[in-house]
């Protein structure tokens, strides 16, 4: 399988028989909104793909429950930090559940982690990497060269370029924070203060404590390229003298009118809004007919097209599904055969371009080639297993379909109400229909 990594800026060759997966999960001082859903998604179809090729995977993603923001709510709010996070945690899992995701194989809230992160900052310190300073603790960055590779900057650019603020506790202005000397919030007693973690050392000492080792795929939006993930890499550089990730995968922005989609800008669609209003399934599709590593410019109109692409992919189910029942369509496990009469492998097509770097966008035109080929079949009153490929296919990529086994009952309504319909009994017919509407048959 090849995909990008963004740390070398070329694709690499993953071929290995079981995959450490790792991406950043939310901090819950809020619900999440759709630009924080594409990491997500992308890394469920990598996760769902892997596995479909039978990879076996590890998926771990973090929950950040202590941090700055969260205090800030919990005072507006005047209620406990707890509170607030439990309530969004909450939220956040349902949201998944929404999502149709495939849970990670753990997601840990970084509260229960503590020891181990005083722990990993504390063997930081011993190696020389960090250092305390008036009750804080700081990443020295000079003390790891390869420094700046992921994000390709160099400390001197940043420094002479930025904005970072000059601090007398700090050797260098880009140092930054493992541990934070604080009494507000949420805290812990260390040896060096009472205070809590910083937020670049979360993950990296999550991912040591849980794997123990480098994890092969690091999943992200692009924005935590730099500094997060950067800071993330630089703390495992100096632990283990090892890359944190074998590929780094980062996404692209989800733009609103070409400006990135975000919570401090406040041009940001909550998911459970999305999902209430046009469907888990349609933000899957709008996601996915761009490229991860493209920003996407969310707009009304891409809402339009990826709702009737659903609709048509859901009508021609409920079609098959009916004409089948009613006898009107032959379906047989035949494969489909091309022009020169050799049999069309649309999962070895699908393979073959996820294999390309998770090239959705060709995979949607795959989908889209293949629903005309259905219903070219139904025309024809004989279906072939190419739907059988289709919802398979569209299941690996999260999507919620399905080809219903129908039971005798919903078969025997089926009949019934065609008879009704031919009779011009329509009264009788639509109280039938609603019945197989809510079966999800109409």
């Known amino acids: 399988m090849k995909i990008f990594n963004s740390l070398f800026d070329?694709?690499?060759?993953?071929?290995?028989?079981?995959?450490?997966?790792?991406?950043?999960?939310?901090?819950?001082?809020?619900?999440?909104?759709?630009?924080?859903?594409?990491?997500?998604?992308?890394?469920?179809?990598?996760?769902?793909?892997?596995?479909?090729?039978?990879?076996?995977?590890?998926?771990?993603?973090?929950?950040?429950d202590i941090d700055d923001k969260i205090v800030k709510k919990a005072k507006e709010a005047?209620?406990?930090?707890?509170?607030?996070?439990?309530?969004?945690?909450?939220?956040?899992?349902?949201?998944?559940?929404?999502?149709?995701?495939?849970?990670?194989?753990k997601i840990i809230p970084i509260s229960e982690k503590i020891n181990?992160?005083?722990?990993?900052?504390?063997?930081l310190v011993s190696l020389g990497h960090a250092y305390e300073s008036n009750g804080d603790v700081y990443?020295?960055?000079?003390?790891?060269?390869?420094?700046?590779?992921?994000?390709?900057?160099?400390?001197?650019?940043?420094?002479s370029g930025s904005r970072v603020e000059v601090n007398p506790n700090k050797k260098n202005p880009l140092d930054f924070v493992l541990w934070k000397k604080t009494n507000e919030g949420l805290s812990w007693v260390t040896k060096w203060s009472t205070g809590r973690p910083g937020w670049h050392t979360e993950c990296v000492a999550l991912i040591k404590d849980y794997f123990q080792t480098p994890v092969d795929f690091h999943v992200g939006g692009i924005d935590l390229k730099f500094p997060h993930h950067e800071n993330e890499?630089?703390?495992?550089?100096?632990?283990?003298?090892?890359?944190?990730?074998?590929?780094?995968?980062?996404?692209g922005h989800l733009e609103f009118g070409k400006q990135k989609m975000s919570k401090s800008i406040g041009n940001m669609i909550l998911v459970s809004e999305f999902i209430n209003s046009h469907g888990a399934n349609v933000l899957r599709y709008l996601l996915l007919t761009t490229h991860y590593k493209q920003p996407l410019d969310f707009s009304d109109d891409l809402i339009s097209q990826s709702k009737k692409a659903i609709s048509k992919i859901d009508s021609l189910i409920k079609k098959i599904q009916l004409k089948v029942a009613l006898n009107e369509?032959?379906?047989?496990?035949?494969?489909?055969?091309?022009?020169?009469?050799?049999i069309i492998d649309y999962i070895k097509k699908f393979i073959q371009i996820m294999e390309e770097d998770l090239n959705t966008p060709q995979v949607i035109t795959l989908i889209e080639g293949m629903v005309k080929e259905i219903n070219k079949q139904i025309e024809n009153k004989k279906l072939n297993a190419v739907i059988d490929?289709?919802?398979?296919?569209?299941?690996?990529?999260?999507?919620?379909?399905?080809?219903?086994?129908?039971?005798?009952?919903?078969?025997?309504?089926?009949?019934?109400?065609?008879?009704?319909?031919?009779?011009?009994?329509?009264?009788?017919?639509?109280?039938?229909?609603?019945?197989?509407?809510?079966?999800k048959i109409m």
């Open 116 to 123: 181990s992160i005083i722990d990993f900052i504390e063997y």
């Open 10 to 64: 070329n694709y690499s060759i993953f071929d290995n028989k079981k995959a450490k997966v790792y991406c950043c999960g939310p901090t819950v001082y809020d619900n999440i909104h759709i630009g924080n859903a594409r990491p997500i998604i992308t890394t469920d179809v990598l996760v769902r793909f892997l596995e479909f090729i039978n990879i076996e995977v590890d998926y771990l993603q973090n929950i950040t």
């Open 139 to 159: 990443f020295d960055i000079n003390s790891i060269k390869k420094y700046g590779e992921l994000s390709n900057r160099k400390i001197e650019e940043l420094i």
């Open 233 to 251: 890499r630089a703390q495992f550089l100096g632990t283990d003298k090892k890359e944190l990730s074998k590929i780094w995968v980062h996404n």
């Open 389 to 439: 490929d289709l919802i398979i296919i569209l299941q690996v990529l999260g999507f919620d379909f399905s080809l219903q086994e129908l039971d005798s009952q919903t078969i025997t309504q089926i009949g019934k109400w065609k008879k009704l319909v031919e009779e011009k009994n329509f009264v009788e017919a639509d109280k039938l229909r609603q019945i197989l509407v809510d079966k």
């Open 78 to 105: 005047n209620k406990k930090e707890t509170q607030i996070t439990d309530k969004f945690i909450k939220d956040y899992l349902e949201d998944l559940y929404s999502l149709n995701i495939r849970m990670p194989n």
């Open 329 to 342: 369509v032959v379906k047989t496990t035949e494969r489909a055969l091309d022009k020169e009469f050799n």
